[in-house]
């Protein structure tokens, strides 16, 4: 009987070792150890017979950790899984669209408004000679503001990626700052992107709530689009300037600094000329103050949106794609592709 339950003992034994590699390796120790189990684990059945668990300790090892088996065979679906593209596009051509699709809508809908709506377009509370028409104006008559509220819902779309596209670019920049910079120049991106989300935000509210149907609501949209497109023009400049400091810049990036410097003073410049007339129209009625706060507002619109055209130069041979595929190895993937600055 010793013999026999010292052969069951060893077949147990040699079993376990034989069947555990998915857990750990097997040695002196971990060999002694399942004799102990083998040995506890026996039962006589009524015929007098001996049943070890050695039988089942080869299922029971499969199925030691069903989690990480699942796991496995995930992650070996996914390596197998390909990468798909759905979507490539030049992400300068979308730029490019976006920036002079409302400057082509406004010159349309002045146009038109000019020729065929003369009489609309001039009227104001003042009842004075005047030969240049709001912006206002010219997109709040019909058929003008529909074609310009279609005009900047496209233009707001991509507006929105952008932004955060923007962010993430100067955040890559942060590197080769010194430490002392870093924390300033993190609060300017954060700025940066909170003040172009409400200038959009604000782009979208003076569209759809005209003069014309409600007057108060429409100039507070207005004069927040003015102060946040004004700021967020300035803290542009100021970051460019701290992530730039010391560092030769190609051609593009020069271009981009320097149209941006100069979109800004004329956004200035016209912001006090705008205020100035439109004191004078609104408190003195004189002749062509609204024709000179018209002329004004449209350098404003002009110079931003031109402002908003330097990303040609900012990122001039980018692509946005939509892929398919698991997150491992769309990281991989990436990780994989050069990087330059």
């Given at each position: 009987?010793?013999?026999?339950?010292?052969?069951?003992?060893?077949?147990?034994?040699?079993?376990?070792?034989?069947?555990?590699?998915?857990?750990?390796?097997?040695?002196?120790s971990?060999?002694?150890?399942?004799?102990?189990?083998?040995?506890?684990?026996?039962?006589s059945?009524?015929?007098?017979?001996v049943?070890?668990?050695?039988?089942s300790?080869?299922d029971?090892?499969?199925?030691?950790?069903?989690?990480?088996?699942?796991?496995?065979?995930?992650?070996?679906?996914?390596?197998?899984?390909?990468?798909?593209?759905?979507?490539?596009?030049?992400?300068?051509?979308i730029?490019?669209?976006?920036?002079?699709?409302?400057?082509?809508?406004?010159?349309?809908?002045?146009?038109?408004?000019?020729?065929?709506?003369?009489?609309?377009?001039?009227?104001?509370?003042?009842?004075?000679?005047?030969?240049?028409?709001?912006?206002?104006?010219?997109?709040?008559?019909?058929?003008?503001?529909?074609?310009?509220?279609?005009?900047?819902?496209?233009?707001?779309?991509?507006?929105?990626?952008?932004?955060?596209?923007?962010?993430?670019?100067?955040?890559?920049?942060?590197?080769?700052?010194?430490?002392?910079?870093?924390?300033?120049?993190?609060?300017?991106?954060?700025?940066?992107?909170?003040?172009?989300?409400?200038?959009?935000?604000?782009?979208?509210?003076?569209?759809?709530?005209?003069n014309?149907?409600?007057?108060?609501?429409?100039?507070?949209?207005?004069?927040?689009?003015?102060?946040?497109?004004?700021?967020?023009?300035?803290?542009?400049?100021?970051?460019?300037?701290?992530?730039?400091?010391?560092q030769?810049?190609?051609?593009?990036?020069?271009?981009?600094?320097?149209?941006?410097?100069?979109?800004?003073?004329?956004?200035?410049?016209?912001?006090?000329?705008?205020?100035?007339?439109f004191?004078?129209?609104?408190?003195?009625?004189?002749?062509?103050a609204?024709?000179?706060?018209?002329?004004?507002?449209?350098?404003?619109?002009i110079?931003?949106?031109?402002?908003?055209?330097?990303?040609?130069?900012?990122?001039?041979?980018?692509?946005?794609?939509?892929?398919q595929?698991?997150?491992?190895?769309?990281?991989?993937?990436?990780?994989?592709?050069?990087?330059?600055?």
């Amino acid at each position: 009987m010793q013999n026999i339950q010292n052969s069951t003992a060893s077949t147990s034994s040699s079993s376990g070792v034989s069947r555990t590699g998915c857990v750990a390796a097997s040695s002196s120790s971990d060999s002694s150890g399942a004799r102990a189990e083998a040995k506890s684990s026996k039962i006589s059945d009524g015929g007098g017979g001996v049943i070890g668990s050695g039988g089942s300790s080869g299922d029971s090892c499969t199925l030691h950790d069903p989690a990480a088996a699942v796991r496995t065979a995930t992650k070996q679906q996914h390596q197998e899984q390909p990468l798909t593209i759905h979507y490539l596009a030049s992400f300068h051509e979308i730029c490019v669209v976006t920036a002079l699709l409302p400057l082509v809508t406004l010159f349309t809908c002045f146009v038109t408004a000019y020729v065929f709506q003369y009489d609309d377009v001039h009227e104001t509370h003042c009842r004075v000679y005047n030969i240049i028409p709001s912006i206002s104006a010219i997109t709040g008559v019909s058929p003008q503001r529909y074609f310009w509220r279609f005009s900047i819902a496209l233009h707001i779309g991509p507006r929105i990626p952008i932004a955060f596209v923007y962010k993430n670019y100067y955040r890559s920049q942060l590197k080769r700052l010194s430490p002392e910079l870093v924390p300033q120049a993190s609060w300017l991106i954060s700025l940066i992107l909170v003040l172009n989300c409400i200038e959009i935000a604000s782009l979208g509210g003076v569209t759809y709530i005209s003069n014309r149907e409600n007057y108060p609501v429409h100039e507070r949209i207005f004069i927040t689009f003015m102060v946040c497109s004004l700021c967020y023009m300035l803290a542009t400049i100021k970051l460019n300037g701290i992530l730039n400091a010391g560092q030769s810049l190609n051609v593009q990036q020069q271009q981009s600094i320097k149209w941006k410097k100069f979109f800004f003073v004329a956004s200035i410049l016209s912001t006090i000329g705008l205020l100035v007339f439109f004191a004078k129209h609104r408190f003195y009625c004189h002749d062509l103050a609204f024709s000179w706060f018209a002329f004004f507002e449209y350098l404003i619109a002009i110079a931003n949106m031109l402002y908003h055209f330097t990303i040609i130069w900012d990122f001039p041979s980018q692509y946005m794609v939509i892929l398919q595929g698991p997150l491992e190895n769309i990281s991989q993937y990436l990780s994989s592709r050069p990087k330059t600055d």
